[in-house]
C-alpha cells in the first residue's frame, strides 16, 4: 500500500487532538516544574455548585423514625455545594453536633429539651457570677477586708491561674438557705441593685430572650413550661451547687473572656440583619432591657436590633465560657501557632518555590495569615460567603468523623481532611503567589498583599483549589 504526498502532507498538518493535548501536558509539567509549584490538572470542566435543597434535605429522612437515611450523600451535597438559605436553621444542628446523625425524631425533640434546659441553667448561674463579681470588686475599691480575692499561681490543680473569692463574713454562700444567694445580689449600691433587679426580671422572662436565641417558630412556645420548671428550681440541687462554686472559684481566664467578649459584641455590624429580619424587630425597651441584664457598655451609640444581638451575643459566648472554661472564647496561642506551623508545612510540601521565597524573607512562619486563622477567612470574604465556607468546613468534619477507608484510595472528590481551613487559607494565598515571589521583600509587604484580597475572592474556587491541595499534599507533611 501507498500513500500520496498530499494525504502523507494531510497528516502532517492535522496532528490528532490526542497528540497535541499530550504536547500542552507535558508542557505544563515542565513549566510547573521550574517554577516549583504543584500543578493541579483536571480534565473536567468544572461543575456547577449546587447546594442541598429544601426538597433533597426533607426527602432524606425515613418517613416512620425520622432518622437520616443517607448521611454521607447529604455531607457530600453540603461540602460541595452549601446549604440553600432557608432551611440552614434545620441542617446545621446536625452539622454542629447538636443532633446525633443517626438520631430519630423522637430523641432529638429529648435533646433539644435537654440542652434548652442546661442553656437556661448556665444563663443563670453566668447572671448569679456576673453579679457577684460586681459586687467584690465595690468591695475591694471601699476597702472592705470581709471579702478576700486571691490569685493563685498558673500551676494551681484548676489548671490555670484563677481568682478565689473566699467571703469569710458572707452567710450567702453557707448553703443553709436556698434564697440567701439570690439575696446577697440585693446589697450594696444602687447600681448593684439596678442590675441585679434588671436580671431577675430577665430570669423571670427567659422565654422572650433564650428562645430568641433560636428559631423564631412558634413552636418554641412549648419551652414555656421548661423555662418555667428551671427558673423555680434555680436554687435547687445542681443550680444552686454550681452557683456557689462559680462564685467561690472564678477564673481569670473568665473574668477576661466577658471583658473581650463585650467588646467584640459592641463591634459586630449590621450584615446579619437581611439574613434574619425577625431577630432585627425588636423595641427600644427590650433592647435595653437585655443589654443591661447582660452588663453590655458601650452601646448607646447601636441601634435597637444590634444592641439586642450584641446583648444575646454576650449571653450565648458568656455561657459555653462558664460551660467549657478550658475552651473559653479566646483561641490559645499555642493552638493558633500550631496551625500557623500547619500552613508553613503545606507550602513546604506543595508549593516549594513560594516556601523558598518566604524562607528568604524571614516569612516561612506563616505570621501574615494570622487573622485569618483567628477568624476564619471573614475578613476576607462577604458575609455569605463566610457562612457558606463554615457550613463546609462543619460539614467536612462530620464526613472525616464517618470516613474508615484509607485516605489516599478514595476518590479525589470524596478525600475530606482534617484542617480544610489551613488548606483554604493556603491556597487564598497560593493565588497571590506570582506577586508575593516577584515583589515582596518582607513580611510586611506580603501582609499588606493578603490583606488586598478582602472582596477578592471566589470561596467556592478557593474550595475546589484546597481540595486538591490537600489531596496532592496527603503523606507528605
Not at 493535548?21 to 480534565?43: E, I, P, Q, R, Y
Not at 493578603?450 to 486538591?468: E, F, P, T
Request: hydrophobic residues 35%; negative net charge; charged residues 30%.
Amino acid at each position: 500500500m501507498t500513500f500520496s504526498s498530499s494525504k502523507i502532507a494531510l497528516h502532517i498538518r492535522k496532528p490528532s487532538p490526542s497528540l497535541a493535548f499530550a504536547v500542552t501536558a507535558v508542557a505544563g509539567f515542565v513549566v510547573a516544574a521550574a517554577l516549583g509549584g504543584t500543578l493541579f490538572f483536571s480534565l473536567r470542566k468544572q461543575q456547577k455548585r449546587s447546594p442541598l435543597t429544601s426538597k433533597q434535605w426533607g426527602s432524606a429522612f425515613d418517613a416512620v423514625s425520622g432518622r437520616l437515611i443517607d448521611k454521607q450523600k447529604v455531607l457530600h451535597k453540603v461540602r460541595f455545594g452549601g446549604i440553600e438559605p432557608h432551611i440552614r436553621a434545620e441542617v446545621w444542628p446536625f452539622l454542629l453536633g447538636f443532633y446525633d446523625l443517626d438520631s430519630t425524631q423522637e430523641e432529638r425533640e429529648s435533646e433539644r429539651y435537654r440542652k434548652r434546659e442546661l442553656y437556661m441553667g448556665l444563663k443563670m448561674r453566668c447572671n448569679a457570677l456576673r453579679i457577684k463579681l460586681f459586687e467584690v470588686t465595690q468591695e475591694c475599691d471601699e476597702g472592705n477586708t470581709s471579702t478576700e480575692v486571691s490569685y493563685e499561681d498558673s500551676n494551681s490543680s484548676q489548671g490555670g491561674p484563677r481568682v478565689s473569692v473566699l467571703a469569710s463574713q458572707d452567710s450567702s454562700f453557707t448553703g443553709n438557705d436556698d434564697k440567701e444567694i439570690n439575696d446577697s445580689c440585693k446589697r450594696q449600691s444602687p447600681e448593684v441593685d439596678d442590675r441585679a433587679s434588671v436580671a431577675q426580671e430577665t430570669n423571670a422572662d427567659l422565654t422572650e430572650d433564650v428562645l430568641s436565641s433560636g428559631s423564631s417558630n412558634t413552636e418554641d412556645v412549648e419551652d414555656e413550661q421548661l423555662v418555667k420548671t428551671v427558673c423555680e428550681s434555680v436554687f435547687s440541687g445542681k443550680v444552686h451547687s454550681d452557683m456557689e462554686n462559680d462564685c467561690l472559684i472564678a477564673t481569670e481566664e473568665f473574668i477576661n473572656c466577658q471583658r473581650i467578649i463585650r467588646v467584640d459584641a459592641v463591634r459586630m455590624n449590621a450584615e446579619w440583619v437581611p439574613y434574619s429580619p425577625s431577630q432585627a424587630n425588636v423595641t427600644e425597651q427590650l433592647a435595653f432591657q437585655l443589654a443591661r441584664s447582660v452588663g453590655l457598655q458601650d452601646d448607646e451609640h447601636l441601634e435597637p436590633c444590634r444592641q439586642h444581638h450584641a446583648a444575646r451575643l454576650v449571653a450565648v459566648l458568656e455561657a459555653y465560657a462558664l460551660h467549657d472554661p478550658e475552651t473559653g472564647y479566646c483561641q490559645d496561642e499555642v493552638g493558633i501557632r500550631r496551625q500557623l506551623n500547619k500552613i508553613s508545612s503545606i507550602f513546604k510540601a506543595g508549593d516549594p518555590h513560594l516556601y523558598s521565597h518566604l524562607e528568604s524573607i524571614d516569612a516561612e512562619n506563616c505570621f501574615f495569615v494570622y487573622r485569618m486563622v483567628v477568624v476564619l477567612l471573614r475578613r476576607e470574604l462577604t458575609f455569605e460567603q463566610t457562612i457558606s465556607l463554615w457550613e463546609v468546613l462543619w460539614a467536612e468534619k462530620k464526613a472525616l468523623s464517618l470516613s474508615n477507608t484509607k485516605q489516599r484510595k478514595v476518590r479525589r472528590r470524596d478525600f475530606v481532611t482534617e484542617d480544610l481551613i489551613l488548606f483554604v487559607i493556603a491556597a487564598a494565598i497560593r493565588r497571590r503567589r506570582k506577586v508575593i515571589i516577584e515583589k515582596c521583600r518582607g513580611l510586611d509587604e506580603v501582609l499588606r498583599e493578603c490583606n488586598s484580597m478582602a472582596g477578592h475572592l471566589d470561596v467556592w474556587k478557593l474550595l475546589k483549589d484546597a481540595h486538591d491541595l490537600a489531596y496532592a499534599v496527603e503523606g507528605k507533611l
